[in-house]
């Protein structure tokens, strides 16, 4: 049996212009914590995912890991979706956007969509997160497409 979703019930203080959303935030049962923000007047809908890993947690022989992974989350298929292209294509035919990026301390994705369409993009966006395949093929191509143009960068202005 897995842990229930336990619900957090805090006071927040909200400006007036901001009375009309609802407020959620719980536990999962893997841990993961989640805030909510509900808005029926938005035509757009959003998610967001922040990790607690960064490039300060890459490891001294392994510097960029972070976002390189962030990159392969990305490019790459999931258990569900294998092939890589359905997800991209899913968000952009409904005019929807997919992004991500590494800091020092956390790794974060997002996506905005027409609120319609928001289920099916928050089981894919879970699925890619959660359950995704990286093969050796996709961290190759991966990193030809971003390493070496940096390293070029390095080379015009530190040569």
Avoid at 137 to 154: A, R
């Amino acid at each position: 049996m897995s842990d229930p979703i336990i619900e957090y019930k805090l006071p927040l203080y909200l400006p007036i212009s901001n009375l009309e959303k609802r407020y959620k935030l719980f536990k999962l049962p893997n841990g993961l914590l989640c805030f909510l923000i509900s808005d029926p007047t938005e035509k757009i809908a959003s998610c967001s995912l922040t990790v607690a890993t960064g490039a300060f947690n890459d490891p001294e022989n392994m510097l960029g890991l972070a976002h390189l992974c962030e990159h392969m989350l990305l490019a790459g298929g999931s258990k569900e979706y294998t092939d890589p292209q359905i997800f991209h294509e899913e968000i952009g035919k409904n005019n929807g956007s997919f992004n991500a990026y590494t800091t020092g301390e956390q790794t974060t994705f997002y996506f905005e969509i027409p609120n319609t369409n928001i289920m099916t993009s928050n089981a894919q966006t879970a699925d890619k997160i959660g359950k995704s395949i990286l093969t050796n093929y996709s961290i190759g191509k991966k990193e030809g497409d971003s390493v070496l143009p940096f390293e070029k960068l390095l080379r015009i202005f530190f040569d």
